[in-house]
């Protein structure tokens, strides 16, 4: 009874926004998961290791996530971001006073991914997924100011993961390797991470996390008619790197119900911006 205790909060805490990492136990299972999203930013990673100074940038993302089991091995997830904004502070010139740019804005639905993943094996402790999945360009690529909330690309990826909780224990560890294939000149993407994880008292869970995206150079620079391919702000950009440490401390309300908040800090970034993303939100499970 120890062992499957773990493995649901496992699954209840595994769910760090695209990433897809979630244990669906069987058919009929579900995992729902609503957070929101902020980064604020005075600065981008450019592509030659410069760092460009912008007006403050901030983004607010509003995300639901939905996982289904259609058996014991096979489950289809969601990730949905339906409300996302992005704003561009007024600047205004220290000496003059004058209004330098009068600032922008942009609300609207950015880009979602749905896909499938399959456990090809399972044991008490170790569980192995394949996963498949595809970005819909459903996000505005195309803004005045580069305020984006899409790419305008529909990408897809294929990824496998594992994962190892340890016999008598409460720790537990997850990685994950995929493969991002890029349309319309965006550069493909090789993507990675590794966490850790220990639960207190089936309340509290603790998760450290590495995991990044590195550009594979491959795509364009330039559409047919001239225009930048990607954002040039950091948003959406075209040849992304980044590499991110991620901690994590989910507090469990019940069997069915968690509270999730969650840090996202760069440590190597090429075309994104140079801040911290925050998160929080709840995660229900409807297996007990």
């Known amino acids: 009874m120890k062992t499957v205790g773990f493995f649901w909060l496992l699954s209840i805490t595994m769910i760090p ?23 604020r930013a005075k600065e981008a990673y450019q592509l030659n290791d410069n760092v460009l100074s912008l007006p403050t940038l901030n983004q607010y993302t509003s995300k639901a996530y939905l996982a289904y089991g259609f058996s014991h091995r096979l489950s289809a997830f969601t990730s949905v971001p339906f409300l996302q904004a992005v704003t561009l502070n ?9 209004t330098l740019f009068l600032g922008d804005r942009n609300i609207g639905f950015a880009d979602p991914e749905i896909g499938l993943k399959y456990a090809f094996y ?33 990408n897809q990826q294929v ?10 224990s409460h720790h537990f560890i997850s990685i994950r390797a995929a493969y991002n294939n890029r349309t319309k000149g965006f550069a493909d993407e090789c993507l990675y991470s590794a966490q850790w994880g220990y639960t207190i008292q089936n309340r509290w869970s603790l998760l450290l996390s590495v995991k990044g995206n590195q550009t594979l150079y491959n795509g364009q620079y330039y559409d047919a008619s001239g225009e930048l391919i990607g954002g040039s702000k950091g948003l959406y950009a075209n040849n992304e790197a980044k ?8 507090y469990h309300l019940n069997k069915t119900l968690a509270l999730q908040g ?27």
Do not use: M
């Open 159 to 168: 990824g496998v993961e594992a994962t190892y909780s340890f016999p008598h």
């Open 243 to 250: 590499h991110q440490l991620v901690p994590e401390l989910n």
């Open 90 to 98: 007024r600047t205004i010139g220290k000496g003059s006073g004058d």
């Open 122 to 154: 399972k044991s008490p402790t170790t569980v192995l997924n394949a996963t498949a999945l595809v970005g819909l360009p459903w996000g505005e690529s195309r803004q005045a100011n580069d305020l984006r909330t899409g790419d305008g690309e529909f």
């Open 17 to 39: 926004c695209a990433n897809a990492q979630l244990l669906v136990r069987d058919k009929g299972d579900f995992i729902i998961s609503l957070e929101q999203q902020f980064v």
């Open 262 to 288: 969650r840090c996202e800090f760069i440590f190597i970034g090429r075309n994104t911006l140079k801040a911290p993303l925050y998160s929080v939100g709840f995660i229900f499970h409807s297996r007990q």
